[in-house]
């Protein structure tokens, strides 16, 4: 007794020095957010136009390389996660990933200032009689990209954590803190994709590349300043292991035991044990993926620690491991349907730009020209707008006729979004195929470099699938979100928040391939290449048509996964609304 007092007491101690500064480390932190966000987050988002027009790269060679950069921007926080949870804590992370990101916006900025980095101007000539860049001078500028994947890989999975460790989780005031953070997280993110997307694009297109692509640099040095200032203020979580290291557990041990028969009643007869320090919540046991019972069956090889732990947890495994990995299992088919959703929004990313390149983007009888990347402002306005409303009118709504807390359950939420990922496609297509007939049909507005003539289409009629794209990501992008985080394990959250990134990169890459695919098939067909130089001479709306089809196969995918799903069961909520939670697990 007198020892458990004294661990309790050292226990109590060792909490009480953690001091937790609150709002107190917040200018630093959300500073550092807005910086790094202004400086790398939509920097991007002309990187489409600089490489076709500074670089001299084809449509389909720049609109492959930005979605292989997208892919491994995004894969790369798996990496990030791991390294984070297993070996440096979030703080030396985001220290080294702030300065990784500056040192590559340093380097592309380099490519357009010094003239012997990029290819020379190409003005009105043929594509074919442009100039590509030198090994050397695509080697530079795939350095400066590679230093942004090495930033964003450690920077995407640890900021909000980040922030929400700087709250003690046990009071009142701590949880409204994290609640608060996470809104002006979600502020700052859209504000800088704002400014990015107006100011800074606007500087890069119409004055300078060499004084647009400064801009984001000096920003991301300010943000890393801002960051090491507040360093004293931190509270710095110290790393604990990766949790991934209890997945690879659980499945070698099943397939060690693979031969073992399964017991009949694996509820009572599996070997279980809790951590007493483990911060996750009891899990009930669930008859999916049975194969992996196996790791917990206790044999007379097997031997326990006095605490009750498995003396190797490579030979035997408790049932809550198993079904904490169960739970990462239930979530990969969930996952895995959500890549074609993120195809939707990628195109209007890329093809949806160059639709705006040979679009009239004049604002009324004023010579001012919306750039092309400019008009993605419009996919983040739409997404802005909806979330409120979503939750002040249409959650409270919905609530009052199914009487769930959230007025429909996040798989709901998330179908929705895929079924209006398939009308977005398809409003795409519908208005490509309008801008192309003008283009053809009537007099056109001039000509683009290297791509082909002016439509006199407006480009305002681009809005409608920006803004169609904005809502379905207010429903399905935010509605993943919530379901990873809720359910994953506890200790497996910053794995969650990269899965999501995870998502974004598959789709990259899956556009990649379908970009690929469509080029090489149409190119010898009688309607000829769908996705050329000249969108004019092309069947972009084909492309949308297809994109759309294969949306509908997803969407067909995804409600038989999720009638299949069963939600992890969270004691806090069940003790709040047990009766609700109940239902909801024979709900998609």
């Given amino acids: 007794m007198e020892q458990n007092g004294r661990e309790t007491m050292a226990k109590h101690d060792q909490e009480v020095k953690i001091n937790y500064r609150g709002w107190k480390a917040m200018p630093f932190i959300i500073g550092n957010e807005t910086f790094e966000k202004l400086g790398a987050i939509r920097v991007l988002a002309n990187l489409l136009i600089y490489l076709t027009t500074v670089f001299n790269l084809k449509s389909i060679t720049a609109a492959t390389m930005i979605n292989f950069f997208s892919g491994n921007t995004n894969f790369g926080t798996l990496v990030g996660a791991f390294l984070c949870d297993t070996y440096f804590g979030r703080y030396k992370t985001l220290g ?3 300065c990784a990101s500056f040192v590559g916006l340093l380097a592309i900025q380099l490519t357009a200032a010094i003239p012997g980095l990029h290819p020379p101007h190409c003005g009105a000539q043929e594509s074919s009689q442009c100039k590509g860049p030198t090994a050397g001078q695509m080697a530079f500028l795939l350095s400066g990209l590679g230093m942004m994947v090495v930033g964003a890989g450690g920077v995407r999975p640890c900021n909000l954590a980040f922030g929400a460790d700087q709250f003690n989780p046990k009071t009142e005031s701590g949880k409204k ?5 996470f809104n002006w997280y979600f502020f700052t993110f859209t504000f800088a994709q704002m400014v990015s997307l107006t100011l800074i694009v606007y500087i890069q297109s119409n004055v300078s590349w060499a004084i647009g692509l400064a801009i984001p640099a000096i920003l991301m040095l300010i943000a890393c300043v801002v960051y090491f200032i507040g360093s004293k203020k931190y509270v710095k979580v110290k790393a604990t292991g990766s949790p991934m290291t209890s997945v690879a557990q659980v499945i070698v041990v099943a397939i060690k035991k693979r031969k073992l028969s399964p017991p009949d009643v694996p509820w009572l007869s599996l070997f279980n044990y809790i951590p007493p320090k483990s911060i996750n919540i009891k899990l009930p046991y669930t008859d999916q993926f049975r194969f992996i019972d196996k790791a917990a069956i206790l044999t007379p090889q097997d031997k326990i620690n006095p605490d009750g732990s498995p003396a190797n947890p490579w030979r035997l495994c408790s049932l809550q491991k198993v079904e904490e990995v169960k739970c990462l299992f239930r979530v990969l088919p969930i996952w895995a349907s959500a890549i074609m959703f993120f195809v939707v929004i990628v195109q209007q990313h890329t093809y949806a730009v160059f639709q705006a390149v040979q679009s009239d983007r004049r604002l009324g009888e004023s010579n001012f020209k919306i750039p092309a990347a400019t008009y993605i402002v419009f996919l983040m306005l739409s997404m802005t707008i909806f979330i409120p409303i979503y939750d002040g009118i249409i959650v409270p709504f ?3 006729l199914t009487r769930k807390e959230e007025g429909i359950t996040v798989l709901q939420r998330v179908g929705i979004g895929i079924f209006l990922s398939v009308v977005t496609m398809l409003v795409s297509a519908l208005v490509e195929k309008q801008r ?3 283009a053809i049909t009537r007099p056109t507005l001039g000509v683009v470099p290297r791509k082909g003539a002016i439509s006199s289409m407006s480009g ?4 409608p699938q920006f803004t169609l794209a904005g809502i379905t990501e207010g429903f399905a992008s935010i509605g993943l979100v919530e379901f990873y985080y809720k359910q994953f394990p506890e200790n497996m959250r910053s794995i969650a928040g990269a899965l999501f990134y995870c998502n974004m990169a598959a789709s990259s890459y ?3 391939m379908l970009i690929a695919v469509v080029h090489r098939t149409t190119k010898g067909t009688a309607t000829g290449d769908w996705l050329p130089e000249d969108l004019n001479k092309g069947r972009l709306d084909y492309y949308y048509y297809m994109i759309a089809c294969l949306g509908v196969l997803n969407m067909g995918y995804f409600l038989v996964c999720a009638k299949w799903y069963k ?22």
């Fill in 398 to 400: 919905l609530r009052k």
């Fill in 510 to 512: 899956l556009c990649s």
């Fill in 177 to 181: 803190g994290i609640n608060s953070f």
């Fill in 567 to 588: 939600y992890k069961d969270n004691n806090e909520t069940l003790e709040l609304n047990g009766e609700e939670k109940q239902s909801d697990k024979n709900l998609i």
């Fill in 436 to 438: 192309r007939t003008v």
């Fill in 96 to 98: 080294f990933a702030t």
């Fill in 460 to 463: 305002l009629w681009l809005i």
